[in-house]
């Protein structure tokens, strides 16, 4: 019988101390119910030591990112108030594993979503859109995992910055990225990436969450997948995101 309980302590533990940890396999190997279970559980003790929960990230919803991964299936996770980085802020190496970051679409919520509903009514329920960086952090030794692994250590979720906000009719189909560092450009994109439009993002976000409970509640933010491979992080650099048409966000890393 696995003890669902400790893994979250296990997986807790490693995030809060950016400590690497080794995969569960064998006996320990966790299947999705069981993986979002110990995510539910992570994420009640960050709750219980004072965090809030301000919304939901989803993961691997980019063939690249697939790829990079080596896992084929989208993934969701839980995002708390303290993994927010203001927009021109700065990281800390130290509280990371091995950080990376990815340009995303961020989604703001003004109404509550949750089941199988149409990319419209999905739409009919944003307050507002922002371009968005999400920096992950699996806890696993060298990023490698399995699917149970990576949705019970909350789908890498560490942090993510949002720049301005734009009005829900903002089309952000299919706008072009450059992720740069220091100025120098490390990857490109399109939005049309995540899951052919981010719209799709959310629509399985409010149907995944459902899946466990849960709604998109207004006022939460929900970040809708990386439309790049993640780049890894390196102590000084300066990040910044530039979407077509809806501006850039941007953080440092501290030295
Ligand atoms: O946000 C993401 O797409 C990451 C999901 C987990 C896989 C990873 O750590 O790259
Ligand atoms: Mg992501």
Redesign the pocket.
């Known amino acids: 019988m696995k003890d669902l309980a400790h893994i979250a302590q296990v997986v807790d533990e490693a995030a809060r101390s950016a400590t690497a940890i080794a995969q569960f396999d064998g006996d320990n190997a966790l299947n999705l119910d069981e993986a979002y279970a110990v995510q539910a559980m992570s994420i009640a003790r960050r709750l219980d030591r004072g965090e809030r929960r301000v919304g939901v ?5 980019s063939r690249q ?1 697939m790829e ?2 080596g ?1 084929s299936e989208v ?1 969701w ?1 839980r995002l708390t108030n303290a993994m927010r980085i203001e927009e021109g802020g700065a990281l800390d190496m130290a509280n990371y594993v091995h950080p ?1 970051v ?1 340009p995303e679409i961020a989604y703001l919520m003004k109404k509550p979503l949750s089941g199988d509903v149409s990319p419209l009514e999905a739409l009919d329920a944003v307050e507002a859109v922002a371009p968005a960086l ?1 920096i ?1 952090d ?1 806890r696993y030794e060298n ?1 490698k ?1 399995a699917l149970g692994d ?1 949705i019970a250590d909350n ?3 560490s942090g993510f910055v949002v720049g301005n906000w734009h009005a829900p009719s903002t089309d952000v189909a299919n706008l072009g990225i450059i992720l740069k560092f220091d100025g120098r450009p490390v990857q490109m994109g399109s939005t049309a990436a995540i899951l052919g439009n981010p719209i799709r993002s959310l629509v399985a976000a409010a149907r995944m969450v459902a899946r466990w409970g849960e709604r998109l509640e207004p006022g939460s933010i929900v ?1 809708a ?2 439309a790049t491979a ?1 780049a890894p992080l390196a102590a000084g650099v300066h990040v910044c995101g530039e979407f077509q048409n809806v501006g850039n966000v941007e953080f440092r890393v501290a030295s």
Do not use: H, N, Y
């Open positions: 990230k989803m993961g691997l919803t990112k990079q991964v896992v993934v996770g990376r990815e999400e992950i699996s990023f995992f990576v789908a890498s979720s970040m997948g990386g993640a």
